[in-house]
């Protein structure tokens, strides 16, 4: 007789032929199996120069922290607009360097740079300011500045007109100028492309012999920034932003950046955080700041060196998250209202007075969930001149941001711009019909496309006593899993609902047996008033199911136990 197999190399064996699978199935060529099972910077990182003025921008950069320059880094509001600014702010520290940080005040400044606060942040001595997440189409602003004499870098990822902006340099893989090999990577957020101004800048020093025999900046250490900000920004999973989250997850579980673990403990985890964490707990709670608090307490907490000023920031955006909720539930409801009365559009387009601008991004979220289909929600009388601020989110082969520009330049809009998946606008309130119809006429055939073609596919079928915490170990090994790049979506069937109910805000609480005997928890977030939900708590009784959705470890419990989190179901008899 041989020896007896090793199980443990089996379940390794078992494991590494299941992420292959995975990663066939969501289109990598066999050939590349090796480069993207585990991904890492060194196999995916392109070099700065490709991607047009990086080499300007980080020259002037690199002379600026040479003669000790000023320097301002003005940054959006959200979560990839802080993690923007704090990184290159702990960049330039690294280097010996300090700047301030300017973040707007989303109601009474609004979205991207304005003339008045660039020129400002000259007149108080701002040698160079660098704009993150935000300017690529701030021409006014931009010009305004020139005439100040004010220098000015953009480092963005939305989308530009064919007409760029007065600048010293604009880096942004989404210029309609750059070449094939940038513009592939155009789904990096702002986040990732200020990381490649870090290392296109730190490489210019170290030819310069500024560092001397001393040790360059550890930029890998900034990688839970651009984790966070990429995660949380919805920026597609693939290809380098899969390198640059794997790598940063690691960064973040060792807790390094004192604002972050600040964060991760005011989040109640006590494991290191996934993916999903920083798209659900710690994202969230930056973004509560810009969007009904102080726009700059993000950048504060991920910038800090002092524990107690970082727990202090981190308790306070926890109680504007959970004020947030609150204001986010009423916009929602309001605009479903609204929604039942508007008529039957390709784009759903809501508008209503009193919404809170700062949650019309999540409500049109939300609204694109229940709906299927591209959302805009718009609160009207949002500035002093009664316009309409307005946040959108799309769906997946429906590009919502370059709509919205084609509107902006067809004269329906004041301001307009955004990626494919989200955007922003500002509009007059005699606008709004014109809106809906143009938005109708260019995407309706888009979107009749995109909703065709969406089908849930299934990565797994497998019995009730298949869900294991091991499973899920083995598939979480394809990850990082997030927007582009699918976690593994399993069947589990045929089972029994044994127990089904509302829990919480609308989800559906399940208890499912199956044919051998083995029991799981189950959960349909948001469910309770949707067709799925009302099939699951009011069809089950005699009933057998084959339910679909993501394999979780739910590590509450003395023991860790696998359940299913639900996004579809199907009678099985």
């Not at 606060?117 to 602003?141: N, P, S, Y």
């Not at 604002?259 to 798209?279: K, M, N, Q, V």
């Not at 700059?296 to 504007?320: E, F, K, M, N």
Request: with cysteine.
């Amino acid at each position: 007789m041989g020896e007896p197999a090793d199980p443990g190399a089996i379940a390794q064996a078992a494991g590494d032929d299941m992420v292959d699978q995975l990663l066939l199935s969501r289109g990598i060529d066999r050939s590349e199996l090796d480069r993207h099972r585990r991904p890492t910077l060194r196999d995916f990182l392109p070099d700065p120069a490709i991607f047009r003025d990086m080499e300007t921008a980080a020259a002037r950069l690199a002379q600026a922290i040479i003669a000790g320059e000023a320097i301002a880094v003005y940054g959006d509001y959200d979560v990839d607009g802080a993690t923007s600014a704090a990184l290159l702010i702990r960049f330039l520290r690294m280097c010996g360097s300090d700047a301030r940080a300017y973040i707007p005040d989303r109601l009474l400044e609004g979205y991207g740079p304005t003339g008045e606060a660039l020129v400002r942040l000259g007149a108080e001595g701002a040698q160079l300011v660098i704009t993150v997440d935000c300017g690529a189409m701030a021409h006014d602003a931009l010009a305004m500045a020139s005439r100040a004499n004010v220098e000015v870098i953009v480092v963005d990822h939305h989308k530009c007109s064919a007409q760029l902006p007065i600048t010293v340099a604009l880096v942004n893989p989404n210029r309609l100028d750059e070449s094939d090999e940038a513009a592939a990577h155009g789904h990096l957020a702002a986040v990732g492309m200020a990381f490649l101004l870090a290392v296109a800048t730190s490489r210019v020093l170290r030819a310069g012999g500024f560092f001397g025999t001393g040790t360059p900046p550890d930029l890998m250490a900034l990688l839970d920034l651009v984790a966070l900000g990429t995660v949380a920004d919805m920026a597609q999973l693939r290809g380098l932003n899969r390198a640059l989250v794997a790598q940063g997850l690691k960064v973040m579980a060792r807790r390094e950046n004192t604002g972050l673990a600040a964060l991760i403990d005011a989040s109640r985890l006590t494991r290191s955080p996934t993916c999903s964490d920083l798209g659900f707990a710690l994202g969230p709670r930056i973004n509560a700041a810009g969007r009904i608090g102080d726009s700059s307490l993000g950048v504060q907490l991920l910038t800090t060196l002092d524990p107690d000023q970082a727990a202090a920031i981190a308790a306070q955006l926890s109680v504007l998250n959970d004020e947030r909720r609150a204001i986010e539930a009423a916009v929602q409801e309001a605009a479903e209202i609204e929604l039942v009365g508007a008529r039957d559009c390709a784009v759903n387009v809501l508008a209503g007075s009193g919404w809170h601008p700062g949650v019309i991004g999540i409500v049109a979220g939300r609204i694109k969930e229940k709906t299927g289909k591209p959302t805009l929600v718009i609160a009207l009388d949002a500035d002093e001149a009664g316009n309409g601020k307005g946040s959108g989110r799309s769906i997946a082969g429906v590009d919502l941001g370059a709509a919205v520009i084609a509107a902006r330049a067809a004269g329906l809009l004041i301001a307009g711009g955004g990626h494919a998946m989200a955007c922003g606008l500002t509009i007059a309130s005699g606008q709004l019909d014109g809106l809906r119809r143009f938005l109708d006429d260019r995407l309706a055939r888009d979107i009749a496309q995109a909703r065709t073609a969406q089908s849930l596919l299934i990565d797994l079928s497998l019995a009730p006593g298949g869900l294991t915490p091991d499973l899920v170990t083995m598939l979480d090994a394809a990850g990082p899993f997030g927007i582009g790049w699918p976690g593994p979506r399993v069947a589990v069937g045929p089972v029994r609902l044994v127990k089904c109910d509302t829990v919480g805000q609308d989800h559906v609480r399940m208890v499912a047996t199956g044919n051998d005997g083995r029991s799981f928890k189950a959960i349909a977030f948001r469910a309770a008033t949707t067709d799925l939900g009302q099939a699951l708590l009011h069809g089950h009784k005699g009933r057998r199911f084959w339910l679909a959705g993501r394999a979780r470890v739910d590590d509450w419990a003395s023991r860790p136990a696998a359940e299913l989190h639900v996004e579809d179901a199907a009678f099985a008899d």
